[in-house]
Every structure is written in structure tokens, then in C-alpha cells.
């Protein structure tokens, strides 16, 4: 009886075949996607406590406040209205820019915008909007 020999040689069992290989896959695949419901189980951190703007801002200028974790963009919109986002994209973490041209925030590093008034997401890759921080106008 001709075929292989009994028991296989060790190097032959820790060849990477397609079984193996897609039972690889589908486990990574199976923790990524733990991971990330995981994190939304989680939700967003705790709110930030209100932060002090100055009151000189003239409407379309910005600020930055510094806080524990970063930094909150604070924005006057019109006369009436002082909105303050944490600085933080959602998708990866890049710093937003207030683009005051167009009225909006932006993300330059996947050329995502978001909502000035809400801070929910206009266009781009993240899911989530920006998030909010109680500010007080001194």
C-alpha cells in the first residue's frame, strides 16, 4: 500500500492550507467585528463638564479649550449662538477645523463635514457626529 507515511511528518502539519486559512480569517473577522459592538455597547465617554468661552468672539470666529482629553472648538455662529464640539473625529480621531467659508466643520483627513448647529455628519466616512460640549459665554 503506497501513500503517505504514518504519522505525518511535523512540517506537513503546520503547513498553512486553505482550511486552515479561512478558519483563520473567519476568527479575525469574528473579533473585529466582537470588538467593534463591543465599543458601541460601550457608547461615547462621559460629557464634559461646560467650559468657559470668551465673550469677545465675533460671529464665524473660533476658539480652542483646552480639556483632559483634547481640546473642545468652540464656534460663534451668529449673535446668539456659541456651539462647542469636541476637536476629535469620531471615525479615527483626526483634529476638526472649522471651515468658516462653508459654515461647517470638517475633518481633512478623509474629507468628512459636519453640521455647524448639530454637529451631525453631512458627509464622509464617520458614523457618528461630532460631540457636543456645554459651553458658557463669559
Not at 82 to 89: E, G, I, K, Q
Amino acid at each position: 500500500m503506497k501513500g503517505t507515511p504514518f504519522p505525518r511528518v511535523l512540517v506537513e502539519e503546520r503547513r498553512l492550507d486553505r482550511r486552515r486559512f479561512l478558519c483563520a480569517a473567519g476568527a479575525a473577522a469574528a473579533l473585529a467585528a466582537g470588538g467593534e459592538l463591543l465599543a458601541h455597547a460601550l457608547g461615547d465617554p462621559p460629557p464634559v463638564e461646560p467650559r468657559r468661552v470668551p465673550g469677545t468672539l465675533a460671529p464665524g470666529e473660533t476658539c480652542t479649550v483646552p480639556v483632559v482629553a483634547g481640546e473642545v472648538l468652540a464656534v460663534r455662529l451668529d449673535a446668539d449662538t456659541v456651539v462647542a464640539y469636541d476637536r476629535r473625529c469620531p471615525h479615527l480621531g483626526c483634529p476638526v477645523v472649522w471651515a468658516a467659508a462653508r459654515g461647517r466643520f470638517e475633518c481633512p483627513c478623509h474629507r468628512a463635514a459636519f453640521d455647524a448647529r448639530t454637529g451631525e455628519v453631512l458627509f464622509g466616512p464617520p458614523r457618528r457626529g461630532l460631540r457636543a460640549v456645554a459651553v458658557e459665554v463669559e
